[in-house]
């Protein structure tokens, strides 16, 4: 190959030897560069977690990611990264800074393994020289790459890229089957999506079905303000880019305007769902958060968080109607349980003609039966299937018939709750009104 190889040596046992070699090699045509100063499509929009004691280190490495398409957020130590993940924040990838107080990477990664797996989230660890054996030795935490200070683009770059291509192969599969499709009744909700992309509707209501639930949809916030006025909610999955009232302003407007005991669980829902979004919204008042894209696991989290207590209340009894009127017909003293027969026998029927106005979109008949309903209900204490009839009464009379189908589900539980709570009432002593 035209070229010479040589050995050096002092020939001394344990001094060892310097073999070198050169050739003659015919240059390759330029392949082209690639540039590391704009958007990289292989892992643009992936979301990072940084994590180092160091100011500049962090800023750094912001900028270099914001330029390749990544999101980014930092923490200044191991503690505030552990709270960002507890909570629910969602990462498909962190750094981490091996050499930091109080708590140092090796350390981090063992806690972070703790709540998240090598699938969900690969670690990254910046090391100096000499480092990376010793964290090898010290720890059984597996990193996808160990990069040596100071960081070369280049080099952050193909581990990203490794990193991230190997973290999208492993997960893609084990994500699809973490629907759990009967969540929503395990732990029913009152769900209005404010939301006004219709594309992103559809998405999210797809997923909310799989999972067993339906929601109301708002376009705006000026129409989340009117669905409430109409009908509490136990979650709003608020958008918080709208039009006309953005989701900010309108949380805002539900925490003054609503009852503490009625306050909805807000989630918002963002594309920029990062640290400086996160508290932009808790300041508006909201709970939580998940980002767009909306991914089920994220979401699955959100509702898990969020109390039931719309539909909780279903079983409640107004029972001061129910002693009113067994002190009325004292001369017959049935009368509960006579009207609990006719109320078993009459609602279930009702409730099957309201699925079929739903069906046919026959607002009249919706109205009359929902009329019906209602007052059967009221009359027997039952409040909360009263307001949900009222509001499809009132859907009826105005001719709002789509989405009424979604009710229907709310109303079953709400009726199915009322019995028993009218059952237990009957096997409690009678109550006697305090004059």
Same mark, same amino acid.
């Given at each position: ?45 992936? %979301? @990072? ?13 912001? $900028?270099?990611?914001? #330029? ?39 350390? &981090? ?6 709540? %998240? ?45 490794? #990193? ?63 669905? $409430? ?43 920029? @769902? ?6 932009? /919204? ?36 107004? %029972? ?29 029927? &009702? ?8 069906? #046919? ?20 204490? @039952?409040?909360?299937? @009263?307001? $949900? /009839? ?26 199915? /709750? ?13 109550? #006697? $009104?305090?004059?």
């Amino acid at each position: 190959m035209g070229g010479t190889m040589w050995v050096e040596s002092e020939g001394i046992p344990g001094k060892g030897a310097t073999f070198q070699f050169t050739i003659r090699v015919t240059a390759a045509p330029n392949p082209g560069t690639l540039s590391l100063r704009a958007v990289q499509p292989q892992i643009a929009g992936a %979301r @990072a977690l940084i994590v180092d004691d160091n100011q500049t280190n962090r800023t750094i490495l912001e $900028l270099q990611l914001q #330029t390749w398409g990544l999101k980014s957020a930092s923490a200044a130590s191991g503690p505030e990264a552990l709270e960002w993940i507890r909570r629910g924040d969602r990462f498909d990838v962190a750094i981490l800074d091996m050499q930091m107080p109080e708590m140092d990477g090796i350390t &981090l990664a063992e806690e972070i393994r703790k709540l %998240r797996d090598a699938r969900a989230l690969p670690l990254m660890i910046l090391t100096s020289v000499g480092s990376r054996a010793e964290a090898e030795k010290t720890t059984r935490v597996e990193f996808a790459a160990f990069l040596l200070k100071p960081v070369k683009a280049s080099q952050l770059y193909n581990a990203l890229v490794d #990193t991230l291509a190997q973290r999208a192969t492993r997960v893609q599969e084990p994500a699809r089957a973490q629907v759990d499709t009967t969540m929503g009744q395990r732990h029913p909700l009152r769900i209005l999506l404010a939301e006004d992309n219709l594309v992103n509707q559809k998405v999210a209501l797809l997923i909310l079905q799989k999972m067993g639930y339906r929601a109301d949809v708002a376009a705006n916030g000026i129409e989340v303000l009117d669905a $409430l006025d109409r009908q509490p909610y136990d979650v709003i999955l608020m958008d918080v880019q709208m039009p006309e009232l953005d989701g900010l302003e309108a949380t805002h407007a539900i925490r003054m305007r609503v009852p503490a005991d009625r306050q909805p669980r807000i989630i918002a829902m963002t594309a920029e @769902a990062m640290q400086g979004d996160r508290e932009m /919204c808790l300041d508006a008042g909201m709970d939580d958060y998940v980002s767009k894209p909306v991914r089920v696991e994220e979401l699955v989290h959100a509702l898990a968080q969020s109390n039931p207590r719309v539909l909780a209340d279903s079983g409640e009894l107004d %029972r001061k109607i129910l002693d009113e009127l067994r002190d009325a017909a004292s001369d017959a003293p049935q009368i509960i349980e006579e009207l609990l027969g006719l109320f078993q026998r009459n609602a279930p029927k &009702l409730i099957a003609d309201l699925r079929h106005a739903a069906e #046919t979109q026959d607002a009249e008949k919706l109205r009359r039966a929902a009329h019906a309903l209602k007052s059967a209900s009221a009359n027997l204490g @039952a409040r909360a299937l @009263a307001a $949900l /009839c009222q509001e499809m009464e009132t859907a009826g009379r105005a001719g709002q018939v789509n989405g009424a189908a979604n009710h229907i589900a709310q109303v079953e539980h709400a009726y199915a /709750c009322a019995l028993g709570a009218l059952k237990n009432y009957l096997a409690q002593p009678p109550h #006697t $009104l305090a004059l």
